[in-house]
């Protein structure tokens, strides 16, 4: 069974400050996509940055970069210049093949970010 | 280009009664993947439906169903309620099946069993 793990049930950041969230996952695939979703109160799951596992190059979607260790199966998110936007659950996810044609996304319990003025 | 949308936004029913919840998804967009959103589970993965077909299937019992119309509109259904179905409903659309495309999420549907 596919398994993602965010240790980090919260998190706290003082404004224009990095913060790194962690993430590791459990695969047997060697094709799969990791995901970054932020979803702020408001609810609406929103993509923040992905990561092709074939790729060595770690992602990077402005001040959203990812440190993607594929042997550890480690998949951190850092964040740099911490705006107070930026509060909100963070879920990492894993995308693979699940069987039968099939492909699933599974998600970690998810990181609650807060951002201090 | 519209997002996805979700409808009712919010629910409340009594345990044993039944539900339907309605999500259209971004226009083109062929699949759709619904997901429970619960504090103490968080995520879980409920089906996929693909040109009106369920491809794939999470752990849920068969109270949960689902099925996507020809216009790429699903709806989910749980029938005889249960405390421990309160949640959030969200759905997802993506062009295809498959591990390129990216999913888009709905803003949910909150449901409360009482």
């Known amino acids: 069974a596919q398994t993602v793990t965010q240790s980090q049930p919260e998190m706290s950041v003082q404004e224009a400050e990095t913060v790194t969230l962690s993430c590791t996952y459990d695969?047997?695939?060697?094709?799969?996509?990791l995901f970054w979703y932020k979803q702020p109160p408001s609810r609406q799951m929103i993509l923040v940055i992905r990561?092709?596992?074939?790729?060595?190059q770690n992602a990077t979607e402005n001040r959203f970069s990812v440190n993607f260790q594929k042997a550890a199966k480690s998949f951190s998110l850092k964040i740099s210049d911490s705006q107070l936007g930026d509060a909100a659950m963070y879920f990492c996810a894993s995308f693979q093949y699940s069987g039968a044609g099939s492909y699933q996304l599974t998600f970690g319990k998810g990181t609650k970010l807060s951002v201090i003025p | 280009k519209a997002g996805v949308t979700q409808t009712p936004r919010y629910l409340i029913k009594t345990r044993g009664q039944q539900v339907t919840l309605s999500c259209s998804p971004i226009?083109?967009?062929?699949?759709v993947s619904w997901y429970q959103q619960t504090p103490g589970q968080g995520l879980q993965f409920l089906f996929e439906y693909f040109s009106e077909t369920q491809r794939n299937k999470g752990n849920f019992p068969g109270r949960f169903s689902g099925r996507q119309f020809s216009n790429s509109r699903s709806e989910m259904n749980v029938s005889t309620l249960e405390l421990g179905d309160s949640a959030l409903y969200l759905c997802?659309?993506?062009w295809g099946t498959g591990i390129v495309y990216e999913q888009y999420f709905g803003p949910g549907t909150r449901l409360t069993v009482t």
């Open positions: 997802a659309s993506s």
């Open positions: 226009s083109g967009h062929r699949s």
């Open positions: 990561q092709e596992a074939y790729k060595q």
């Open positions: 695969t047997s695939e060697s094709d799969y996509y």
